[in-house]
């Protein structure tokens, strides 16, 4: 008990002041958190991350109340630090989270996440007849729009539009 | 460009057209010139297009290549299931340039990403024909002098038809003034049309063929496939709106050229190909100095004169 008390106390005074009602999934020791997800997209995160399937402590958080957004969620990873690879798919569906690693209750990085000027492998090619919907190739493709999110595939040079975005 | 793919219209500055038109102008002048008999080049038609394979290899032959390779992938492993990747990485060993025709997007791309030697994207789905696209220029050029300043209509499928995107795009670096003919259903993606504004160039869209003829210097026909329409009614409102015939060329001007990638169905009337202002065999002629000029140059061999 007394050590559950010393962790809120000690990440109370790293991490920033709306930290409190994230405390509500309570903060972990070692790991990442993604903040600042909206809601709507928290379930995808999962999935895209592929957080279903690792045996890491997971905290989620969902609806939460948020000074900037109104509502967001929250996913807390212990013990896993993500590659910038996972960290691009974050960005892709949850352009506005927030990416902070955690060591020892202490937040080591925070930064928001960036849609990168190249995707590989996360996304599907929208165009059926594209060679990597038909062949065992990683899909490449260029951000050719970051506000609006259009990816032009490496190969076909089809656009992929956010609103028919498939994952991998 | 030696050693390298030729794999989009992208790929390439205006500089490598220039340079590539310009050795294709010493092919034309001397097209049988043994410089590359050390040289094997395997045509790979996962497809078959008879016109264009028999083009490469005639340029090849021409230049004394030896030419390997297959014109349908049903007489070739992949029938069997073997991987693109693998079909490229056992034919590379075999050839010193890879030509390939292939039914998928993209696949030309890969296949150069993959291949220890040079590949050249010979139709990738709809999505690129370089070479094509090189051989309209070459044509455009020889027949008006220069490629700057020109007024160009595109007739028929703007919407499909990746020979005229490929060239639309080219031309932009050469201050053309478009003239873009179709029905409504097959007009130029803004996808293309972002290349234009791009440069600030002039580009007219029309509905009828007509009143374009005595404006332009170039009238490229392209073929309107009746598969493009969901409603056949709507085909059989447009198919003959954009045929073109004899006597509509008597007010075009004296240098006007008409260009067809061919093959033609019923676009183009019989009667046109006696005029002097058919130019569309001609064009498909040059097809094979163009890449007599592209396989020298990826080859990196030079020629005497």
Redo the contacts between chains.
Sequence with gaps: MAKQNIRIQKTNIKLSGSERKELKVSAIENGTVIDHIPPQSVFQVIRILGLDNIPNQIMIGTNLDSQKFGKKGIIKVSNKYFESEEINKIALVAPSATLIVIKDYTVVYKAKVEIPDNIKKIVKCINPNCITNHENIPTKFIVIDKADLQLQCHYCEKITKKEVMNFI | MKNKSLV?I?DITKDDYEKILNLAEKFEANPRQKILDNFVVATLFFEPSTRTRLSFESAASQLGARVIGFSDASTSSVKKGE???DTILTVSNYSDVIIMR??????A??ASEVSPVPVINAG?????HPTQCLLDLYSIRKTQKSLENLHIAFIGDLKYGRTVHSLVIALTHYNTTFHLVSPVELKLPS?VKRFIKEKNLEYHQYTELEEVIPKVDILYMTRIQQERFADSLDYERVKNAYILKNKMLENAKKNLRVLHPLPRVNEITEDVDSNPKAYYFNQAKNGVFVRQAILATILGVNISN
């Design positions: 989009s992208h991987s693109l990747k292939h039914p998928r997007e993209g696949s791309r890969y990738d789905g709809a999505n690129q996808s």
